[in-house]
């Protein structure tokens, strides 16, 4: 195990990869170099690091001599052509994409879920779907208790989810709507001020959109469980940070309101925010920020014999995306795979 490792951010220009620096330098991870990588358009940047103004650099096929993790968030393209050369150069590559996830070789891993599958990478691992990550954080003590049959899903993910220009798009559009003029589309197929638009990526032949199969396809996969019967409808809304759901179980063993809170209230990565009484539940705008996977509204399904209701919230941008990325290089350099 080393005392330093030297770490490639790949993207780091994005929201995700500028979140990914700023977590790196929160959690005192031991980087003894920093390599910051984007596009050539936003070559010669400069983004702080401990302190210190650290030069954004081309990606190329040369920057990952001497890198030992390589964290991308670069699309799934950059991941595809660029990933492999990382490895080849001797890093492990933790992949924020969708290019991996469903490889059967390449782990896709949540810590808090299926840590150990860890161990079985051979130079990538792959980080799973925002949506995806905070949904099974949540579900997977209740699984292991009483075994979860079936998922119906429905999201409410946040504009930050597409990126810096979909931020700007919302902020744009809300101030030209109140200064009454026209409103510009461009990042969304409509307007996303002041609307709903249930259609995240594109649509596929069933019906769904891709990223409600990844959700579907993405939750077996991190439970180690193809029995799950899974269904997902995922809704793009005008929040800038935190994605919301709404998520419905069918267990095979009966399991109350009270032991589901008792379950959580003990996992890791969980706080319940669950009291009714007193319009206490997670909300996207005090889950901005934090690591958390926020749980409340917790009920027994009334409408069959062992259902429970959940609204799950986390950030998106952290636990959704660089937070997890990060928590996996820990568990590589403490297990000393690396």
Not at 11 to 20: D, I
Not at 54 to 67: A, H, I, T
Not at 89 to 107: L, Q, T
Request: aromatic share 6%; proline share 4%.
């Amino acid at each position: 195990m080393k005392d330093k490792y030297t770490v490639a951010v790949v993207g780091a220009t994005g929201a995700v990869g500028n979140e990914m620096v700023s977590i790196l330098e929160e959690r005192n991870f031991p980087v003894g170099d920093l390599r910051l990588l984007a596009s050539e358009r936003s070559e010669g940047k400069q983004i702080e690091f401990k302190g210190k103004k650290v030069k954004v650099n081309k990606l190329s096929k040369d920057s990952f001599k001497g890198v030992d993790i390589a964290l991308f968030s670069a699309g799934a393209s950059r991941s595809l052509e660029f990933a492999p050369i990382a490895v080849k150069s001797g890093a492990v590559v933790i992949d924020n994409s969708s290019a991996f996830r469903m490889e059967p070789d390449v782990p896709l891993v949540v810590p808090e879920v299926n840590s150990h599958a860890i161990k079985k990478h051979k130079g990538i691992i792959a980080n799973p779907n925002c949506s995806t990550i905070q949904m099974v954080v949540a579900l997977k003590p209740i699984h292991d208790a009483v075994q979860i049959k079936r998922i119906v899903v429905s999201t409410y993910q946040a504009v930050s989810g597409t990126g810096k220009k979909a931020i700007s798009e919302l902020e744009q559009q809300t101030r030209d709507l109140f200064s009454l003029k026209e409103v510009t589309v461009s990042v969304y197929p409509h307007q996303i001020a002041f609307n709903c638009i249930p259609q995240i990526d594109i649509f596929l032949d069933n019906g769904y959109t891709k990223e409600e199969m990844k959700m579907v396809n993405e939750t077996k996969k991190i439970m180690g469980d193809d029995s799950i019967k899974v269904t997902a409808t995922t809704v793009r809304v005008p929040v800038f940070a935190a994605h919301s759901e709404s998520v419905n179980i069918e267990t095979n063993k009966k399991i109350t309101r009270d032991k589901v809170k008792e379950l959580l209230s003990k996992a890791p990565g969980v706080e319940v925010v669950d009291d009714p009484k007193n319009s206490l539940y997670p909300l996207a705008i005090n889950s901005a920020g934090r690591d958390e996977v926020f749980v409340g509204r917790i009920r027994e399904d009334e409408s069959i014999d062992n259902g429970i209701n959940m609204w799950i919230v986390s950030d998106n941008l952290r636990k959704g995306a660089a937070l997890n990325a990060v928590q996996i290089a820990e568990i590589l350099i403490q297990k000393q795979k690396i």
